[in-house]
């Protein structure tokens, strides 16, 4: 099992977990613990199963897709929310020779493809999402704009984006 995929699997798992305690405490409110303690785990799970399938979804896959790129132009990609006005879009994030591009899947309200190029990011930064969660990068370019995305492994993200960068630059 490659990184993306452990890291996926991770979040899915933090954060069915996550779903279970918020909605045992919700059911737990409404209608006594005892409900709680039995609908709550069985929510998370199948809440964490349903995101499995739709990550991994033929048509999620199709959807996300970028066209008019060799498969060995890719140097790295991976699941990815883009923040567009108030919503997380999600879609996948390609880092290409010269660019990052983004292509969300169909089930957003903004399905949008994005690109931005690695000459006009001017500095890469992290943020929590919801000011907990340690997966928020930050793309701060050179005219000033901002781009946000939720990623898995920022780190490797933020390091391979710098590296295409330095490579362009000699």
């Given at each position: 099992?490659?990184?993306?995929k452990?890291?996926?699997l991770?979040?899915?798992?933090v954060?069915s977990?996550?779903?279970?305690?918020?909605?045992?405490v919700?059911?737990?409110l409404?209608?006594?613990?005892?409900?709680?303690?039995?609908?709550a785990?069985?929510?998370?799970?199948?809440w964490?199963?349903?995101m499995?399938?739709?990550?991994?979804?033929?048509?999620v896959?199709?959807?996300?897709?970028?066209?008019?790129?060799?498969?060995?132009?890719i140097?790295?990609?991976?699941?990815?929310?883009?923040?567009k006005?108030?919503?997380?879009?999600?879609?996948?994030l390609y880092?290409l020779?010269?660019?990052?591009?983004?292509?969300?899947?169909?089930?957003?309200?903004?399905?949008?493809a994005?690109?931005?190029?690695?000459e006009?990011?001017?500095?890469?930064?992290?943020?929590?999402?919801?000011?907990?969660?340690?997966?928020?990068m930050?793309?701060?370019?050179?005219?000033?704009?901002?781009?946000?995305?939720?990623?898995?492994n920022?780190?490797?993200?933020?390091t391979?984006?710098?590296?295409?960068?330095?490579?362009?630059?000699?």
């Open positions: 099992m490659n990184d993306d452990k890291a996926t991770k979040a899915l798992v954060s977990i996550g779903f279970t305690i918020l909605f045992g919700i059911i737990a409404m209608n006594g613990i005892g409900y709680a303690l039995i609908a785990p069985i929510a998370g799970l199948l964490g199963l349903l499995y399938f739709f990550i991994n979804s033929k048509k896959k199709q959807q996300t897709q970028i066209t008019g790129v060799d498969e060995r132009d140097i790295h990609s991976g699941g990815a929310n883009h923040f006005n108030a919503e997380a879009v999600g879609g996948k880092l020779q010269n660019k990052l591009e983004f292509k969300s899947h169909g089930f957003n309200i903004q399905n949008h994005f690109i931005i190029y690695t006009e990011i001017k500095e890469i930064t992290y943020f929590n999402t919801l000011g907990l969660v340690p997966n928020g930050k793309l701060i370019l050179k005219d000033g704009d901002e781009e946000k995305f939720v990623v898995n920022r780190n490797f993200w933020k391979a984006i710098f590296r295409q960068m330095q490579n362009q630059s000699l």
